[in-house]
Each structure stands twice: as structure tokens, then as C-alpha cells.
């Protein structure tokens, strides 16, 4: 429903491998899960302030979500063993590792736990790419409403999305660093003839 009602364009490259594993992505916007969810069924690990957002709220609702309360530890071990529950059930899971909004060129540092424990049992991983054309479609306004109004006061959304091969490997952080490269040099290729877009610069 979101599709025609926002107006994505979507250029995809690759799909999802053909059984449960941990995806992992950069995240740019709220609008990332809307984008990717059409191609991929998975539960999505996601901050508990998400339950306050308008129209996202619903949409994590009918996907499925693991909603992690990050200051606290019992809650973040707690939605961990949901995720190796749910992949040895055969459902995937979608995390963004960097653990909020990326607004450079590259993504920031990747958190540690989804790795640790997806390497532990065994699990595949796979890393996606995802960018986008405009600006605007990058969350830069604290209030929900107002980026919402900013981000899609435009006649179309254009995407681009990549899958990445499966990872696999019992050294978290050898796992964790793989998945990392391939999506900066994803993103990278991606940025190339995209001239639209700015990204704050890192001091």
C-alpha cells in the first residue's frame, strides 16, 4: 500500500537467499523498512521509540518487529534469543546495525551483538545496500511530521537497493567486518551517478 501511496522507484539488484538468515543493512531513513520489507519477509529489530511514531508503528505491527529498549541490557539479550528463536523457525531478520541514522557517505561503525550471537549458532548473514536519490529522503528533522511532510512533499522517491551473498563464519567481528565493506563499496557504486544528494561531512 505504501508503494503507490509514496511513490517508490526502486532499482534492485539481487535477492534474498533461500533460507532464514540475519540481514543486515545501512539505515537512512524511517522510510527503509517500507522499501525493503516489499522484497524481503522478515521481523525487523527495531528501537522501542518506533512504537510512538505515527503511520511507522502500523507498519511494523503488519511486518512483524522485535522492538529492543537499548538502555537496557535484559531487553536488548532478550529480543537477541528471539532472533536466533525465529531463524532456527525458519523467519528471517532485518537489522541495522549501525543503530540509528547514517547521514554520511559511508555507515557508522556496526554494533557488535546481532553478530556475536548469529556467529554463535551458526546463522547466515546477509548485507543489503540501500540508497537514495534526493536529499531530502535522508532523516535530518527530530519531529516524525515534519521530516515526513519534508521527505515526501516530492512527486517520487527514487531507491536503490542491493543484496549481498551470504556470509558465514564463527568470528563474529571477521563477519561483521565483511558485511561492512560490502555495503560501503555497495553504497559507493551506488553514489556515483546520483548527484542529487549531500552528505554531512565527518569531522
Given amino acids: 500500500m505504501a508503494y503507490p501511496v509514496l ?14 538468515c540475519l540481514y543486515v543493512c545501512n539505515h537512512r531513513s524511517f522510510s527503509d523498512p517500507l522499501v525493503l520489507c516489499r522484497f524481503l519477509d522478515a521481523f525487523v529489530v527495531a528501537k522501542a521509540e518506533v512504537m510512538n511514531y505515527p503511520i511507522i508503528n502500523w507498519g511494523a505491527e503488519l511486518t512483524g518487529v ?16 528471539n532472533m536466533t528463536k525465529n531463524i532456527k523457525n525458519g523467519y528471517n531478520i532485518l537489522v541495522y546495525p549501525e543503530g540509528t541514522i547514517g547521514r554520511f557517505s559511508h555507515t557508522l561503525p556496526f554494533k557488535d551483538g546481532a553478530f556475536r550471537e548469529i556467529a554463535a549458532q551458526g546463522f547466515s548473514v546477509v548485507p543489503i545496500a540501500i540508497e537514495y536519490k534526493d536529499q531530502r ?3 535530518i528533522h527530530a519531529n516524525f511530521i515534519t521530516q515526513y511532510l519534508y521527505q515526501f512533499s516530492k512527486l517520487k522517491t527514487e531507491v536503490k ?16 567486518e565483511k558485511a561492512y565493506k560490502w555495503i560501503n563499496q555497495e553504497l559507493l557504486s551506488m553514489q556515483k551517478d546520483w548527484t542529487n544528494i549531500e552528505f554531512q561531512i565527518e569531522n
Fill in 7 to 20: 511513490n517508490f522507484k526502486v532499482t534492485i539488484v539481487g535477492k534474498p537467499i533461500d533460507k532464514a
Fill in 161 to 176: 537497493l542491493s543484496f549481498g551473498s551470504e556470509i558465514t563464519g564463527s568470528d563474529a567481528i571477521i563477519v561483521k
Fill in 137 to 139: 529522503d535522508i532523516w
Fill in 66 to 81: 522485535l522492538y529492543v529498549r537499548r538502555e537496557d541490557r535484559n531487553s536488548r539479550s532478550e529480543v537477541r534469543n
